[in-house]
């Protein structure tokens, strides 16, 4: 299995699906090509609430504002999955997520796509790539080394040429909220396709405050376990599915209501026992 | 197999897609998560469009304003077709529709999601259902539903734990169109990608009318079998794809033209002799 | 394998899937539903950017101003490829480039779609074709099509009643740029979701110039092989995944930067020798 995401939007995608489909039989899922676009950060935060969902899998990753460049291409295998995509931290979240689960698997391999390998250029074959194009490595190199990750198989890619070990790969970490014992501070790490504003300040912070109200950036809000239980276009705060603290409107945008984009500081306080 | 509907637009598809698959090796197909956002009756509509064209199937519908509330989650039985989705009415107007057609199939059967099962949590298993969320049931309860109605079977899914039958689910019905002699009002149900706008009135009303002109809303346009008929951004009125009169402007977008909104009252006047 | 692609947007091609999956077993691929609407020459462009990336396949395509109208319904057959769509133009500059790929394949035939066949009705059979709508032929029309084309196979489907040879179909050829000793005179054939915008004019053009710069309609720019090689909001003439001239700016969107759109014209000037 193979599964795609990108920030690719509409027609790219389809280019880089026949390719997977020229080189494997395996089945193509497409996740998300409406990731933030270049944006690496808000990408992984994406990526987190994604994968983990999914069975063991080659995970295809595009988003790739330096392509075309001198950045790697690399293959995480983190746990029972393997993700192939730029050497920009996009990756990386998500792997260790990957990694840390399951029954002691823990391990997280880091591989570089080397492309001199001496090997013939049938498309039926493994390697050498196509030669690329400098626009679009989704198509000519990020897809045929997943296509080359799936044959072989997530437990032995690396067992033949292609792809080599390394140490150095770029590192990103999603910002953590500092929580104190009547404030949060953190960030909006995300909005999604409803306008809900998704922040790093973990959930548990509004246990024991449900029905009560917090301070989001110095204004009231009712904490409340999900948005219906507001009237519509009433501001709430709650704990969103990814467990975090999110702020969002019922049956409206958030992020309008709030006047936030992504990266913002949330204030988040509280009084120990709980009023309204 | 089992279809994906949804107003969630991009990415937490794939997070629900990811927990079938975990579930199941059935055939997954996304039907469209563009549905009106939080709009249950426009929802319901273009699954009547979209449902029936499908061989019998477990349809996963998640347009859910509720989520989180005491809303029950449902699974109708609508011919060989199983809905599973939220009591809220979306699922009922295309669950008559599938259970009306076919051989002498006829029946309409509800049943209610229960969590309490007592059986083990494996995800290799059926039940009980992940503790979820408040805020995304699609994936924490009923895409686990539609992996155990599709496991067990559409014939056969209630005879086992996680399922009883209920009379009492939300109705939905699409309005009906009044429709006399040389008149006919009705509203506005839709309003499609290319701006064509749909009402609830039976295309049958525009028969002997094709090439002559009605009036709309006090305004005459011609009615044409199809858009090209007309001059490049001219008005029209045609039948659809969906039997339903539909006013659209060649290589246009009626509803700007026309200023009108999904809702909004439609009155239909023609003479009963065509002229133009 | 059955492809898909259209303007449709969402919800349409839900209907057509269903439509094939009634009627085929196929693997099904969506390709993209967000070609240029009703834009013949721009989704011809399109096409001619994905389907050569894809193994033999049934390739249906409905981007049709003129559906309803007398316009037949095609089949051609290029190369291992077979593509069933309007007689419009949309699928010829990609059935051209498919047929004369491969080893000697070459040939490109073209089929009309007759209706009359007198076989029975059964969706489980192949013929005749539902009684269609006159505005949407993607479902009513192309879609069985496809199906009979795939069943009966891409070397063999007009081995019984529902095609006939045609050697009328309508042409279409994307204009070609005039490329002179220190000039070249195109124009923007398509823009991409990213901004970045698409000349006809070849990439070969631009060799000896990487590192220096050229005007572009009057406007010196650099050359770069890739986006991320000016500093981001910079704009830049590169060469696409597509080899051919494209104008863009590195994190920000080309087409709103340089003021154009779809059929513009495009003057380039370079020295013969490289300066910066």
Chains 1, 2, 3 share one sequence.
């Not at 494997?24 to 899922?29: I, K, R």
């Not at 994406?46 to 950045?71: E, F, I, K």
């Amino acid at each position: 299995m193979i599964t795609l995401s990108s920030d690719f939007g509409s027609p790219y995608p389809a280019a880089m699906k026949g390719v997977l489909r020229q080189r494997t039989d395996a089945d193509l899922f497409d996740l998300t090509h409406d990731l933030p676009r270049q944006d690496v950060r808000e990408s992984a935060f994406w990526l987190c609430q994604l994968l983990p969902y999914w069975p063991p899998a080659v995970h295809l990753v595009v988003v790739d504002p330096g392509v075309g460049t001198d950045r790697d291409a690399i293959v995480l295998r983190a746990g029972k999955h393997a993700l192939v995509g730029p050497d920009n931290g996009v990756l990386v979240p998500v792997a260790r997520k990957l990694a840390t689960r399951g029954r002691g698997v823990g391990s997280l391999e880091c591989y570089r796509v080397t492309e001199s390998t001496g090997e013939p250029t049938d498309p039926g074959t493994d390697w050498p790539l196509n030669p690329a194009s400098s626009t679009f490595h989704g198509r000519d190199l990020f897809a045929p080394a997943a296509a080359v990750v799936h044959r072989r198989g997530i437990s032995s890619f690396q067992d033949g040429s292609g792809f080599e070990p390394t140490e150095s790969v770029v590192d990103l970490t999603l910002p953590r909220a500092s929580v104190g014992q009547t404030s949060a501070t953190g960030e909006l790490l995300a909005i999604d396709d409803f306008g809900n504003c998704i922040t790093n300040i973990p959930g548990h912070v509004l246990e024991g405050q449900f029905g009560s109200s917090v301070e989001v950036n110095g204004e009231a809000l009712p904490v409340e376990r999900t948005y219906a239980t507001v009237a519509p276009e009433g501001a709430l705060v709650t704990v969103g599915s990814h467990e975090k603290v999110e702020i969002a409107v019922n049956r409206g945008r958030g992020d309008d209501r709030f006047g936030v984009e992504t990266g913002m500081a949330i204030e988040l306080a509280w009084e120990t026992s709980p009023k309204r």
